[in-house]
């Protein structure tokens, strides 16, 4: 599936090699796009696009771009957020949103980020706009198992995290676009002073990518309109990592306990 092997090998690619990726998920008809028509719009020489094939897990320019118009043909058969004239249509788009976010996690990144949490000396959980509620909401639910763990929404507080996070304290970034610059710029402070940053966020998130020590990517649908762009696959990835955290401290309490 191609939306797996790009979760699992995009960190691989190289800044051109991304650029190739990137293009192609913009295209609308992959059938029609030749390996010299990318070149051309792109400016790249067609031996990085078969090393980003291949990195990516395909032998063939010819076999990603068959998996790859798969996977939009599915995203085409989604009902478009602003065409949405019932309500068994939402339930559909809802759907297809859940099925590609279950389809690219897995147990060895929720394991990871469960580890990190429950070791962490502190929790600083972060996220702005739409991405507040989701965020904060998982910040609760920490507190409620006795975690040392602060929500932070505004741009000041965010800011000041670099001046009081170690290496020991973990940061938790809930971000579909990461494309806030002041945002980033803390997230690479806190990066710089030690500390272990964990991302929650969409496919292609070039930044956090780069900076974050793991990620759980979601699967975000297309929409016209950005304001309205869901946070449920946000609150859904939060309520399994709590779940799997819970399990993991009742598993070290009956431990110490015999």
Not at 78 to 107: G, V, Y
Not at 198 to 211: A, D, K, M, R
């Amino acid at each position: 599936m191609f939306l797996e092997n790009l979760k699992n090998n995009y960190d691989q690619l190289s800044a051109n090699e991304q650029l190739i990726i990137d293009y192609l998920l913009t295209q609308n008809n992959l059938n029609k796009i030749t390996l010299k028509q990318i070149c051309n719009d792109t400016f790249l020489s067609s031996s990085t696009i078969i090393r980003a094939c291949k990195k990516l897990g395909y032998d063939t320019f010819n076999s990603l771009r068959y998996e790859l118009q798969l996977s939009k043909d599915m995203q085409k058969s989604s009902p478009n957020i602003e065409n949405l004239s019932s309500f068994e249509e939402l339930k559909q788009l809802l759907s297809i949103e859940f099925a590609q976010t279950m389809s690219i996690c897995t147990e060895i990144d929720f394991t990871y980020f469960a580890d990190q949490i429950i070791m962490a000396r502190r929790i600083f959980c972060i996220g702005v706009g739409s991405s507040y509620m989701a965020m904060s909401d998982f910040n609760r639910k920490l507190k409620l198992v006795n975690l040392w763990s602060n929500d932070y929404f505004e741009h000041y507080s965010i800011k000041r995290i670099a001046d009081i996070i170690t290496p020991q304290d973990v940061m938790i970034v809930f971000s579909l676009s990461g494309k806030n610059k002041e945002i980033n710029q803390s997230i690479f402070a806190a990066k710089q002073r030690g500390a272990k940053i964990l991302s929650i966020t969409s496919l292609g998130n070039e930044f956090l990518s780069q900076v974050s020590d793991a990620i759980i990517y979601v699967y975000n649908t297309p929409k016209r309109r950005e304001k309205l762009r869901s946070r449920l696959m946000f609150n859904l990835i939060g309520t399994l990592l709590f779940e799997i955290i819970l399990e993991k401290q009742q598993t070290r309490s009956l431990k110490n306990n015999n």
